[in-house]
């Protein structure tokens, strides 16, 4: 049995260019951060049965892989030659679509383990690229490679995308204090509002396939000043001028919204003035494509305040630390043990 554990994570500046309609034509940035909340994804032989068990928010036992509907489980086995005979769970520390990149966490996570199992261990740049075929190749999902490479790679990382799809990836290695700083003021609250961040990406998508589209020239000025703001951001933050990122972050939001009717709603635009009048906010966003999931804010002084109001709000904060590593094994045993360790009831809480 092999166990991974793969960090979720919070983009900081660039995002939306890293979908292939914006960066085949002008380039992508993203500057983004991973979390110390993870997905784990345990994989086993069993020694017998053929069949194929998947447990994650639904249980599938099928008799060949081409009959699983989890597409990114069918799909990531079918690319490791595995038909049959088969066991996978998962279980993670955030729910889904709250847009914090976990459907990659799930595929970055299953491949390393699937790599593991087989003995052939690959750099991350072919892990996260091998994660980005399978989503956007061969399921043509309409989204990006940030997720798949800050699932990969973890820490403060910098992905610069050329237009052909290759990426440069580049960490930093801020000092203990600033990532305390950063960390402190940066605050993360759950909306309860969950997304598929396919609906939210379409109208992006559709806009800058088209020239002729009537929203192209604004999504794709939006996007150009958003590509703008990511590099601002990471100058901001490489210079240790927190509160410059906070700044920026209202000018990123304000851009944003410009892309799609649904990257924002009602109850959160009230809760996210209201605090940049009463508390201090500088900047904030809905974390990944938008519509619901985490609300993040900068706040650079009334911590507690900020926080008490967001929780009468019905919004708690989530309190966390970055990941300085991607997805890694953290364990791997003899087979047999999968079933005795995570049966049905434990694996149904599973947010994939």
């Not at 990114?72 to 038909?83: D, K, N, V």
């Not at 690229?129 to 956007?136: D, K, P, V």
């Not at 619901?292 to 708690?316: D, V």
Request: net charge negative.
């Amino acid at each position: 049995m092999i166990v991974t554990r793969t960090p979720f994570r919070v983009t900081l500046g660039g995002g939306g260019t890293d979908l292939p309609s914006y960066y085949s034509k002008h380039g992508g940035f993203i500057f983004a951060i991973g979390l110390d909340k993870y997905m784990y994804v345990v994989v086993n032989r069993p020694t017998v049965g053929k069949k194929i068990r998947l447990h994650y928010s639904q249980s599938e036992v099928v008799d060949h892989v081409n009959d699983l509907r989890h597409e990114l489980a069918r799909e990531a086995l079918r690319a490791h030659g595995i038909e049959d005979s088969f066991e996978v769970a998962s279980i993670a520390d955030l729910p889904a679509g709250t847009g914090l990149g976990s459907s990659s966490c799930y595929l970055v996570g299953l491949l390393n383990a699937l790599h593991h199992d087989r003995r052939d261990y690959v750099p991350l740049q072919s892990l996260a690229e091998e994660a980005c075929n399978i989503e956007l190749n061969i399921l043509q999902q309409p989204i990006g490679k940030q997720d798949q490479y800050m699932a990969t790679y973890g820490g403060l990382t910098v992905l610069d995308i050329a237009p052909d799809g290759k990426v440069a990836v580049r960490q930093l290695r801020p000092s203990s204090s600033d990532v305390s700083e950063l960390v402190a003021h940066t605050h993360i609250y759950y909306t309860g509002a969950q997304r598929d961040a396919r609906e939210v990406l379409h109208d992006q998508n559709a806009a800058m396939k088209s020239s002729a589209s009537v929203d192209h020239a604004r999504v794709s000025d939006s996007l150009h000043r958003i590509k703008d703001l990511g590099h601002r951001i990471l100058e901001a933050i490489e210079a240790s001028n927190f509160d410059r990122f906070g700044e920026l972050l209202h000018e990123h939001w304000t851009s944003k919204k410009q892309l799609s009717n649904k990257i924002s709603f009602g109850a959160v635009d009230q809760v996210y003035e209201e605090v940049r009048e009463r508390f201090g906010v500088l900047g904030g966003k809905i974390i990944g494509a938008g519509g619901g999931g985490f609300l993040m804010l900068y706040c650079a002084r009334q911590h507690t305040a900020l926080e008490r109001f967001m929780l009468e709000q019905g919004m708690p904060r989530m309190h966390y630390s970055v990941e300085p590593e991607g997805t890694k094994v953290v364990s791997q045993m003899g087979h047999g043990w999968l079933a005795a360790t995570l049966n049905a009831p434990v694996a149904s809480q599973v947010p994939v």
